[in-house]
């Protein structure tokens, strides 16, 4: 679907975490915040200090605080500023992994930040 970004997005984290499929994960706090971004976890690995990590791609490990990733996963998050055309690929716990065509860029953008265009036949 394709989205014009209504609100500027900046990220907050330069240097997402990036997981491969069979990662072990430590898993920390839930977000808990005024967005009401539900199902987020801070997680780290044994190369990465951490980043925030959607729960449903999160294999819990029996009595532990450890998981394992269960797909493919990138933490990055998208700069974007009003006026932006994005193409949205998959909507998730109140983000959407978006691609700007213009330039390549891709990442996490907040849905709030986002309005449908209408689809063209």
């Known amino acids: 679907m394709d989205y014009l970004v209504t ?3 900046r990220s907050e984290y330069p240097a997402p975490l990036i997981l ?7 898993v920390g706090d839930r977000y808990q915040g005024p967005e ?10 044994s190369t990465h200090a951490g980043g ?5 791609i999160i ?21 974007v500023d009003k006026g932006d055309l994005v193409q949205g690929d998959r909507l998730l716990n109140g983000w959407c992994w978006c691609l700007r065509a213009q ?10 930040h986002l309005s449908p265009l209408p689809s063209t036949p």
């Open 36 to 45: 009401k971004w539900d199902n987020w976890i801070y997680c780290s690995t």
């Open 103 to 112: 330039d390549g860029a891709q990442g996490w953008v907040p849905i709030s």
């Open 20 to 26: 491969e499929k069979g990662d072990l994960l430590v």
């Open 59 to 79: 294999e819990h490990l029996p009595e532990t605080h450890t998981g394992r990733a269960m797909e493919d996963y990138s933490a990055m998050e998208m700069n």
């Open 7 to 9: 609100a500027p997005h």
């Open 52 to 56: 925030w990590v959607p729960e449903q």
